[in-house]
């Protein structure tokens, strides 16, 4: 299964499928883009991305900032060019790069877990209701989901084919720089692909070809050491909005009028840490709610659980792939022969990757359904011991009657 998606169509019945599963959703939905059309959701990224376009620089309402990480609002500057239209010009991007995470996903799945797994595990992502509407959303998920395919997918051709290695080097660490959130994920994988000594060095050059630009601009903008983006306080101030005073949320809100994200950052620190200092207990049990929203509904979408909106592209998906998590977890530690070693490991770092972003949201908030889907796919791909599982079992059963 090589980079060439021609010859693989060619090849590939199942490819094929998937293609035209893929093709059919990317037409429908471009349909609707410019057809109806559907205004795409946008916010802070949009807004960075049209001072950029109207020569402001990189900034928001009150001048420079470092709230959100260079990458996606670059990659709308273009678009935002046209003007309003180009929310829709964006957004057509978007699915059009969703069509490709999706054949890329099916390539790699099929180096590392074979193709009848890839055909499930491509359906499923394709056919995933909040992952068809995303693209619709102008937000960084839309472009970090994508790169962090193509990235997974380069790492793994790479084992097979003489390939630079630091091409798929340069996509994680730009993938991590759109999300910050996956950087230790990110991180993990690069070292599972490209741990070995004599790799090391590319593996820090790289990281520093990504990041030294955006860290030097903070640095001169701001006068701080940002690699990523701004909010760190302010993150958790957000998750304790409910046990703040009243006079703490009207200073925040007066500070918000005047001040960038980056001086406010000093804003948050006190609050938070009279909440560390006051209220741990609460925090604590603050942090374990956090989790469960992350992990099934946000407060924010709990007046709206049980449309047909939320059941279908969260409550169903969310409860499907939970048990589905939980029963391969289960079949990965007790069937230990049917997985080889090496992608044990793989699911293992994949199972890592969602324990580490569950605690990071829980800890500070976890108010939207983006935050999920950023990971969710990696669900898909967790469920590979059932696949390989069941039959092994249905067919140790039928021996031993």
């Given at each position: 299964m090589?980079?060439?998606?021609?010859?693989?169509?060619?090849?590939?019945?199942?490819?094929?499928?998937?293609?035209?599963?893929?093709?059919?959703?990317?037409?429908?939905?471009?349909?609707?883009?410019?057809?109806?059309?559907?205004?795409?959701?946008?916010?802070?990224?949009?807004?960075?991305?049209?001072?950029?376009?109207?020569?402001s620089?990189?900034?928001?309402?009150?001048?420079?900032?470092?709230?959100?990480?260079?990458?996606?609002?670059?990659?709308?500057?273009?678009?935002?060019?046209?003007?309003d239209?180009?929310?829709?010009?964006?957004?057509?991007?978007?699915?059009?790069?969703?069509?490709?995470?999706?054949?890329f996903?099916?390539?790699?799945?099929?180096?590392?877990?074979?193709?009848?797994?890839?055909?499930?595990?491509?359906?499923?992502?394709?056919?995933?209701?909040?992952?068809?509407?995303?693209?619709?959303?102008?937000?960084?998920?839309?472009?970090?989901?994508?790169?962090?395919?193509?990235?997974?997918?380069?790492?793994?051709?790479?084992?097979?084919?003489?390939?630079?290695?630091k091409?798929?080097?340069?996509?994680g660490?730009?993938?991590?720089?759109?999300?910050?959130?996956?950087?230790?994920?990110?991180?993990?994988?690069q070292?599972?692909?490209?741990?070995?000594?004599?790799?090391?060095?590319?593996?820090?050059?790289?990281?520093?070809?990504?990041?030294?630009?955006?860290?030097?601009?903070?640095?001169?903008?701001?006068?701080?050491?940002i690699?990523?983006?701004?909010?760190?306080?302010?993150?958790?101030?957000?998750?304790?909005?409910?046990?703040?005073?009243?006079?703490?949320?009207?200073?925040?809100?007066?500070?918000?009028?005047?001040?960038?994200?980056?001086?406010?950052?000093?804003?948050?620190?006190?609050?938070?840490?009279?909440?560390?200092?006051?209220?741990?207990?609460?925090?604590?049990?603050?942090?374990?709610?956090?989790?469960?929203?992350?992990?099934?509904?946000?407060?924010?979408?709990?007046?709206?659980?049980?449309?047909?909106?939320?059941?279908?592209?969260r409550?169903?998906?969310q409860?499907?792939?939970?048990?589905?998590?939980?029963?391969?977890?289960?079949?990965?530690?007790?069937?230990?022969?049917?997985?080889?070693?090496?992608?044990?490991?793989?699911?293992?770092?994949?199972?890592?990757?969602?324990?580490?972003?569950?605690?990071?949201?829980?800890?500070?908030?976890?108010?939207?359904?983006?935050?999920?889907?950023?990971?969710?796919?990696?669900?898909?791909?967790?469920?590979?011991?059932?696949?390989?599982?069941?039959?092994?079992?249905?067919?140790?059963?039928?021996?031993?009657?």
């Amino acid at each position: 299964m090589g980079f060439d998606l021609l010859n693989d169509w060619q090849e590939s019945k199942q490819f094929r499928l998937i293609g035209w599963i893929a093709v059919l959703l990317l037409i429908i939905k471009l349909i609707m883009l410019f057809g109806f059309p559907i205004i795409p959701h946008a916010i802070e990224d949009w807004y960075i991305a049209k001072h950029i376009a109207e020569g402001s620089g990189y900034s928001l309402s009150n001048g420079p900032t470092a709230l959100k990480t260079p990458v996606y609002p670059l990659f709308l500057s273009l678009p935002a060019f046209i003007g309003d239209f180009g929310k829709i010009f964006a957004s057509g991007l978007q699915h059009i790069l969703w069509f490709f995470a999706t054949m890329f996903l099916y390539k790699a799945s099929c180096i590392r877990f074979g193709s009848g797994f890839a055909f499930v595990a491509s359906l499923l992502f394709a056919l995933h209701p909040a992952y068809i509407y995303y693209p619709y959303v102008l937000e960084s998920t839309a472009l970090t989901i994508p790169l962090f395919i193509i990235f997974w997918y380069m790492a793994e051709y790479s084992k097979l084919q003489s390939v630079n290695i630091k091409i798929p080097m340069l996509i994680g660490w730009l993938t991590a720089l759109t999300q910050p959130i996956l950087l230790p994920g990110i991180l993990a994988l690069q070292l599972f692909y490209f741990g070995k000594r004599n790799n090391v060095i590319s593996l820090i050059l790289t990281a520093l070809v990504i990041f030294t630009p955006w860290t030097i601009r903070n640095a001169m903008t701001f006068d701080a050491f940002i690699p990523t983006k701004s909010p760190m306080w302010m993150n958790f101030y957000e998750g304790m909005k409910k046990d703040v005073t009243t006079q703490e949320l009207a200073h925040i809100e007066s500070a918000r009028k005047y001040m960038n994200d980056v001086e406010l950052e000093q804003e948050y620190k006190p609050i938070v840490l009279r909440q560390f200092s006051e209220s741990f207990p609460m925090y604590g049990k603050r942090s374990l709610h956090r989790l469960t929203e992350f992990w099934l509904v946000p407060d924010t979408y709990r007046d709206q659980m049980w449309t047909p909106a939320i059941i279908i592209s969260r409550v169903l998906p969310q409860l499907l792939l939970g048990i589905g998590l939980f029963l391969s977890v289960l079949m990965l530690v007790k069937m230990t022969n049917m997985i080889s070693i090496d992608t044990r490991h793989f699911l293992i770092v994949l199972i890592g990757i969602l324990i580490y972003v569950s605690i990071i949201y829980s800890l500070t908030q976890a108010a939207n359904i983006r935050f999920k889907l950023d990971v969710e796919w990696l669900q898909i791909l967790l469920l590979f011991p059932i696949f390989q599982g069941i039959p092994k079992l249905v067919e140790f059963k039928g021996t031993s009657e």
